[in-house]
């Protein structure tokens, strides 16, 4: 049986009541939730505070460039889909830097998890507006306020038709293991947007404000109504519903349209040196 404890503790290098020791133990809690043992898990990260989150968890993991978690988590799912691939990563991160990225894995649906830490600021490099920062909020490098209209990234999620788009609140541990499960069962690409107070750099979005906002979706909710998924995606005011906004149950996964993802996965075949071999005389 697995259980959190096969996920190793490890001292970590986030400030005391970071909103990213919360969403650790949610991913740990769904992955013991998930029976997965730690060879079965490959967690990919780009740069940030958030991004060493696969630094804390004793499974395989790739951490590479900032904003380029899901290019090698696909990459990684394509060699290897017996693996389980979690993407995890910051807001600035999945989309800034990242954000192209974001598009193109929502259009492709590989059979990965985004579970993106959004605190709404740069907390790496000591809190610049970043793209999900409220406009106008006022941080060391925009006194004056952030100029920019927010990024709603479950909103752009739901409007592509994703294949699975829902977000969570670290302050909500429980309730956020359950949608990480939920995503990771789900056979396609899926956004877990998770809210995550930075009480470093943000003194804006604070535990208190998103306690005062957040609700969780009521069961009248249909995840599989487009439009309704879309007021609640857009619904970023006196509340902020939580939860499983949207849930594509016709959209293919990628591999079912790659013939070459069929069969032993890649990473396991045994190379076929003499074709290789006829191919590469081919181009002498």
């Not at 696909?74 to 017996?82: F, L, R, V």
């Not at 920019?148 to 829902?166: E, H, I, Y």
């Not at 909710?221 to 007021?231: E, I, K, L, R, Y």
Request: glycine share 10%; proline share 7%; hydrophobic share 40%.
């Amino acid at each position: 049986m697995v259980t959190t404890d096969d996920y190793g503790e490890f001292e970590t290098a986030w400030c005391p009541g970071c909103g990213n020791f919360s969403i650790l133990k949610a991913m740990k809690k769904a992955l013991a939730g998930l029976g997965l043992a730690p060879h079965q898990v490959c967690l990919v990260s780009g740069i940030g505070q958030a991004a060493k989150a696969p630094h804390y968890l004793r499974c395989n993991a790739f951490n590479g460039l900032h904003g380029r978690a899901l290019p090698p988590a696909q990459a990684i799912k394509m060699a290897n889909p017996k693996l389980t691939v979690i993407a995890e990563s910051g807001d600035g991160c999945s989309y800034g830097e990242g954000g192209n990225h974001f598009l193109a894995a929502v259009r492709r649906n590989m059979d990965i998890t985004l579970v993106a830490h959004d605190n709404q600021i740069y907390g790496l490099t000591k809190g610049q507006a970043s793209p999900t920062s409220l406009l106008g909020m006022k941080t060391k490098a925009q006194p004056f306020g952030a100029p920019s209209m927010p990024f709603n990234p479950v909103g752009v999620a739901v409007a592509m038709r994703a294949g699975f788009v829902a977000r969570g609140f670290a302050g909500e541990i429980d309730h956020l293991a359950g949608l990480i499960e939920a995503a990771v069962r789900h056979p396609g690409f899926s956004l877990v947007d998770v809210f995550q107070p930075c009480v470093s750099f943000n003194k804006l979005n604070t535990y208190a404000w998103y306690k005062e906002r957040v609700r969780k979706l009521d069961e009248e909710h249909d995840p599989t109504d487009w439009q309704a998924a879309m007021n609640k995606a857009f619904e970023m005011g006196e509340t902020i519903p939580i939860g499983v906004l949207w849930r594509n149950d016709e959209i293919e996964p990628f591999a079912s349209r790659l013939p070459t993802m069929r069969g032993e996965p890649l990473a396991t075949r045994v190379p076929d040196l003499q074709t290789l071999d006829k191919v590469m005389h081919s181009y002498g």
